[in-house]
T-cell receptor, first 114, second 117 residues
Framework: DTGVSQDPRHKITKRGQNVTFRCDPISEHNRLYWYRQTLGQGPEFLTYFQNEAQLEKSRLLSDRFSAERPKGSFSTLEIQRTEQGDSAMYLC????????????FGSGTRLTVV | AQKVTQAQTEISVVEKEDVTLDCVYETRDTTYYLFWYKQPPSGELVFLIRRNSFDEQNEISGRYSWNFQKSTSSFNFTITASQVVDSAVYFCALRGDSSGSARQLTFGSGTQLTVLP
């Protein structure tokens, strides 16, 4: 297993457009997380899946954001009607239950909204 | 609410110097977990260590060591004989064990470490 993969690495979009990011976790991990990181800050939690069930959502996840994890494998994060404030690095992580051995993060998708 | 404070925004050292990165945390949970991650310029967060709240034994891994002190709510990270490749942003993170916080990591704002040759 090569770790957590995220696609694309970079995305530039015009304000008002919709974007979708994909995350492929480590296959043995049943938990998957999305975080957002802005410049000079630490990552902030967005949402969490256990298998295909979305169990927690942060108040940061406005109704323009939606995440799915069909069949408990890969996950997608969609942002509708993007705004300039959505510009950030979107990080995906996966883990075993309880986060033992840590949380493995992907390299992230850097979104720029122009 | 949980909070992690990394008061040092940037640190510069010369190669071979020792450097300590500070981390102070706040939580109401009696059981919690502390983490350190390294984020090189490539952007990927690299896991360094996970420590639970009932294990205060300090840990050493090569040039890295961690000092966990529950009495001061601190989990500091020391790099001995620093190298240029250690240059990165280092994040301390906390995960509580109560409902609502048991799945998410709360990160500090990070410390940018620059090791000069």
């Amino acid at each position: 297993d090569t770790g957590v993969s995220q696609d694309p690495r970079h995305k530039i979009t015009k304000r008002g457009q919709n974007v979708t990011f994909r995350c492929d976790p480590i296959s043995e991990h049943n938990r998957l997380y999305w975080y957002r990181q802005t410049l000079g800050q630490g990552p902030e939690f967005l949402t969490y899946f256990q298998n295909e069930a979305q169990l927690e959502k942060s108040r940061l996840l406005s109704d323009r954001f939606s995440a799915e994890r069909p069949k408990g494998s890969f996950s997608t994060l969609e942002i509708q009607r993007t705004e300039q404030g959505d510009s950030a690095m979107y990080l995906c992580a996966s883990s075993y239950p309880g986060g033992r051995d840590g949380y493995t993060f992907g390299s992230g998708t850097r979104l720029t909204v122009v | 609410a949980q909070k992690v404070t990394q008061a040092q925004t940037e640190i510069s050292v010369v190669e071979k110097e020792d450097v300590t990165l500070d981390c102070v945390y706040e939580t109401r949970d009696t059981t919690y977990y502390l983490f350190w991650y390294k984020q090189p310029p490539s952007g990927e967060l690299v896991f360094l260590i996970r420590r639970n709240s009932f294990d205060e034994q300090n840990e050493i891994s090569g040039r890295y060591s961690w000092n966990f002190q529950k009495s001061t709510s601190s989990f500091n990270f020391t790099i001995t004989a620093s190298q240029v490749v250690d240059s990165a942003v280092y994040f301390c993170a906390l995960r509580g064990d109560s409902s609502g916080s048991a799945r998410q990591l709360t990160f500090g704002s990070g410390t940018q470490l620059t090791v000069l040759p």
